[in-house]
């Protein structure tokens, strides 16, 4: 939901006529989405003009114009506008003069500019102010004709703007330090009707007066965390359900409106509140605050979050209301985005639907948010990947924690795509953030892409719907596999057409991602594959790695082979046939060897891996203390900490000679161009890094060199100017000093580490 600004403007053009005589400028929109539409299908700005006389006014000769040095920018034709009546205008640049429908020759910015209605003597009678707006927001004059202007959420183009009741809040949502009183008024002085557990305020729900003391909740109950949201049964894979250990953070939520009449006359107001001498410290990651009905998560009928209605005790791994799928099973959230600093990134009503496969049973689950016109804003607009230049998502996923197979590591598939990215297969992005349901902390969860049309779309600059998937029975697909089943690609002819058909270079680089970090829940499962319609290849997606680094000395070849018709998972036949076929060509093999040589020795090197893995290590490990009390899966940090020790990084250490074997074996290979004990002694590592980088100044100092002892850490600006310093430092090797130097002002810094022994400095870049 934007935020309400209201504004009390009056106009004082020298020969203006007073307010409520004549026709005025009574409403505009700068970026119309979709409220309304003009003759040719077009979403176009417009203006609506209000005649406020009890006469009616012929606007022959009338003008409007965004520029006060051209006030006839575009001038009106022969057209009547009755007594108390409107009269819209589209600021399309399309000039056109047909009564039936106007459009003037120039646009409004959506930045903010002036509009000056002017009469046929070419005198100002109505100005607006230059004011920015968002997506389908407007602004208009309350009552019609009046003084008052305000941003309208709920545009009226050609009707009256009367009922558009706003209301102003003495606090924006967000962060504080301290109790504080909040007030709200209603601009027509409606009964203003509020909840504080998430439920839609209606004329039943508690009445608004005077003010409200806004604290901290943290002692308050726990209400949403205690409820028991997976079968009582013990499913293999997830932790049993557990109320939390402690009552958990909480934050106030808001939901108020305006009602007249039994009518409510405001939008919907939600707004999270969150309070604590310490909040600044309290959290490393952004949050992300989502508010709904009790019901549209917990109701035995309706929720998606709980068994509910749909389970079944004989099949407890794949049943319940969690698992129901399509827009049935879709509910209205609201969704606020703050950044670590607690500034508010974007606040809007969406969808939520529960995401995921077989983890949907867990305790902690997934979500999917969309966007869409029928809950307000058709886009999330908000750089939500620091990484990723994108500001415009049509939907997301909040990934939880407990997807990892065997072990609470959480960061199992990012570590995997991070390392992968510089590799030919599209990966997704990460943003890590603490999720707050209904005013409770909900834990650690990832903000991940959406794998479908609209992410291809936004990754290759292509039309969504010339972007298909192969789904089930994907003609498309089917026709190449049927090929490939009747013509043998032993046969280089064979295989050239296949080439036509598919991405080589890109299925090469995926299935070697796969084989690497050891996917067991691959091939028949977890396979996204897309193409450019009419003539695109066949292109892979790197999704899910969840069940990866398990078992280093695992054969993925062996795997990724396997012909057994009584194998469903996780390598059925169909799912291991196309590079059971490809394998037969002998040009194929070779590339296939080749490249994974040349990946071993130029991305899947030790040092670099582990650097990566530790660097995502660092962003989530401040928040893992609440998070296990919360879930108690990790049940602690140290526990949490061991497991990417012994999982994620040991893998990362065996895997190269493992794999390195593997390939020469199945390959029966008197040579292969890469040597695991090489690459170990040759990591191209520099000695000392500053990770991230740039940062905002939080960050940690890896040592790739040997011990360093009694060491001194000073930093300066780029004119020499001392910011930081450290004395009798110790950092081992392949450790870390981490540093909190939020302080720092943007711009470039060097890092100097130094005793007796050693000199390094090493560039930073700090950006906030």
């Known amino acids: ?89 589209f600021a399309s640049s399309k000039n056109r003069n047909n009564p039936n429908e106007l459009h003037t020759n120039f646009k409004i910015s959506s930045g903010g500019e002036e509009l000056y209605l002017s009469n046929n003597s070419n005198v100002i009678i109505d100005q607006s102010i230059s004011i920015s707006l968002n997506a389908d927001e407007s602004y208009g004059r309350v009552p019609d004709g009046g003084a008052i202007w305000i941003k309208m959420d709920t545009p009226s183009p050609a009707a009256s703007n009367n009922s558009a009741n706003q209301l102003q809040f003495s606090h924006k949502e967000g962060f504080y330090t301290k109790a504080f009183t909040l007030t709200i008024n209603s601009v027509l002085s409606d009964t203003i009707y509020y909840t504080l557990n998430g439920d839609v305020p209606t004329e039943s729900s508690s009445v608004f007066v005077g003010s409200m003391l806004i604290i901290n909740r943290d002692s308050f109950p726990n209400v949403f965390s205690d409820i ?95 698992f129901m799928h399509g827009d049935q099973w879709e509910r209205d959230v609201h969704i606020e985005y703050f950044d670590k600093n607690g500034k508010l990134g ?54 939880a924690s407990m997807g990892d197979w065997n072990s609470a590591t959480i960061i199992k598939d990012i570590v995997a795509q991070d390392i992968s990215h510089d590799l030919n297969v599209d990966c997704q992005d990460f943003q890590a953030v603490i999720v707050y349901l209904n005013g409770e902390y909900w834990g650690i969860q990832t903000i991940r892409d959406r794998i479908d049309e609209r992410y291809i779309s936004y990754k290759y600059s292509i039309d969504k719907d010339s972007v298909e998937f192969r789904g089930w029975l994907n003609p498309n697909y089917e026709n190449l596999m049927s090929f490939i089943e009747h013509n043998d690609l ?68 062996q795997h990724a082979t396997r012909n057994d018709i009584n194998i469903s998972w996780p390598n059925s036949p169909e799912s291991t046939f196309l590079f059971r076929s490809l394998l037969k060509n002998e040009s194929f093999r070779n590339r296939f060897i080749n490249r994974y040589a040349e990946i071993l020795k130029k991305v899947f090197v030790i040092e670099e891996m582990k650097l990566k893995c530790q660097r995502i290590e660092s962003v989530y490990k401040p928040e893992i203390s609440k998070h296990s009390a919360r879930w108690n899966s990790p049940t602690s940090t140290s526990r949490w900490e061991n497991n990417i020790d012994n999982d994620i990084i040991s ?27 090489t690459q170990k002694l040759n990591s191209n590592l520099s000695e000392i890094v500053i990770a991230p980088n740039p940062t905002n100044g939080s960050f940690y100092i890896y040592n790739n060199s040997d011990d360093i002892y009694g060491a001194s850490i000073v930093i300066t600006d780029i004119n020499g100017a001392i910011v930081y310093k450290k004395q009798e430092v110790e950092i081992k090797k392949y450790n870390r000093e981490n540093l909190e130097l939020l302080f720092l002002a943007n711009g470039t810094y060097i890092v100097h580490i130094y005793n007796d022994n050693i000199s390094k400095r090493v560039k930073m870049v700090i950006m906030n």
């Not at 995401?355 to 969309?370: C, I």
């Not at 002819?493 to 991602?513: F, G, P």
């Not at 390195?660 to 040597?675: C, P, R, S, T």
């Open 490 to 557: 032993e046969n280089n002819s064979n295989y050239d057409y296949v080439k036509t058909q598919m991405d080589i270079s890109n299925y090469i680089d995926y299935t070697i991602a796969e084989f690497f970090f050891k996917n067991y829940d691959w091939p028949a499962n977890n396979m996204k594959i897309w193409r450019k319609k009419s003539n695109g290849k066949w292109r892979w997606i790197l999704y899910d790695i969840d069940a990866g680094f398990v078992n280093a000395d695992y054969n993925m070849f």
């Open 1 to 89: 939901m934007k935020n309400t600004i209201i504004l009390f403007v009056f106009f004082f053009a020298l020969q203006a006529v007073s307010i409520g005589q004549g026709v005025l400028i009574n409403e505009f929109m700068s970026k119309n989405n979709s409220i309304i539409q003009d003759e040719d299908g077009d979403y176009s700005d417009w203006v609506e003009l209000y005649n406020s006389s009890s006469t009616d006014i012929n606007m022959l000769n009338y003008s409007l114009s965004d520029d006060n040095s051209d006030l006839n920018k575009w001038i009106f034709p022969n057209i009547i506008i009755p007594a108390k009546t409107y009269l819209i205008v």
């Open 228 to 322: 028991v949201c997976t079968p009582s049964q013990n499913i293999i894979g997830y932790p049993a359900w557990e109320s939390p250990l402690n009552k958990v953070d909480k934050a106030t939520i808001l939901r108020c409106a305006s009602f007249k009449n039994g009518i409510r006359t405001s939008e919907i107001y939600t707004k999270t509140f969150f309070v604590d001498e310490n909040m600044s410290q309290k959290y490393t990651l952004p949050i992300v605050s989502l508010v709904t009905q009790r019901e549209n998560l917990f109701n035995q009928d309706t929720g998606i979050y709980v068994p509910g209605i749909h389970y079944n005790v004989n099949d407890p791994e794949w049943s319940g209301n969690y």
């Open 651 to 677: 893998f990362l250490e065996k895997r190269p000679c493992i794999v390195e074997d593997h390939i020469i074996g199945f390959f029966k290979l008197d040579h292969f161009d890469f040597d695991c004990r």
């Open 346 to 399: 974007f606040s809007q009503d969406a969808g939520i639907r529960i995401h995921g496969g077989g983890s949907r049973v867990a305790t902690q689950k997934s979500f999917r948010l969309y966007a869409r016109e029928e809950y307000g804003a058709k886009y999330f607009n908000y750089k939500i990947f620091p990484e990723n230049s994108l500001n415009n998502y049509k939907r997301f996923v909040l990934r």
